[in-house]
């Protein structure tokens, strides 16, 4: 028995038997090769913001295609507003956010959303303009709508078009 415990021999066999337990470890073991992002359902988290500000809330009226929402919550802004941030993973499995307060400064609100202050260009989305901001240190592209109530953002790595198409799904719902 000594010569299986002591040696070149001990320690073949003790690699040997880690290695067949490690192998029926894995055999055992469920994996899965399927992407999964848990989808998070914010009807409830829009419907709540709206009755906690003086204006009609703007929210998607459907996700686009291939995009997973994945995470909802209401913030509090600077002073007495509140920030509803809806996130998203997009179909290319880039991030996205949409964030909506009247916070004011709206342009501080704007910044601080972007990480940036500095405006890239205008785009046209839906007979809309929105300015456009773009962080390259962070890969982070920003659309910016400023309204006379409200402070729309859309932020992330996703690319210009995916921002853009969420964009183009965003309505304002009546108040309260």
């Known amino acids: 028995m000594r010569r299986f415990t002591e040696g070149f021999y001990g320690y073949a066999v003790a690699l040997l038997v880690c290695v067949v337990g490690a192998g029926i470890f894995l055999l ?28 009609g809330v703007w929210a998607p009226r459907n996700d686009p295609a291939g995009w997973v929402p994945n995470s909802n919550r209401i913030a509090a802004g600077n002073g007495a507003a509140k920030v509803l941030f809806l996130g998203y993973a997009t179909a290319q ?60 953002v859309i932020t992330g790595t996703a690319d210009w078009p995916e921002l853009a198409q969420l964009a183009s799904v965003l309505q304002q719902r009546p108040q309260g």
Do not use: C
């Not at 914010?42 to 204006?55: R, W």
């Not at 909506?100 to 405006?119: L, T, V």
């Open 93 to 152: 499995r880039e991030h996205a956010m949409f964030a909506q307060s009247d916070e004011k400064p709206a342009a501080g609100f704007a910044s601080r959303m972007a990480n940036s202050d500095k405006a890239v260009g205008t785009q046209e989305i839906g007979g809309a303009t929105w300015e456009r901001r773009f962080r390259e240190d962070k890969n982070q592209r920003t659309l910016v709508r400023m309204l006379p109530d409200v402070t729309l």
């Open 28 to 55: 055992v073991t469920p994996q899965s090769r399927d992407e999964h992002i848990p989808r998070v359902e914010y009807s409830i988290t829009v419907a709540n913001f709206g009755h906690e500000v003086p204006y």
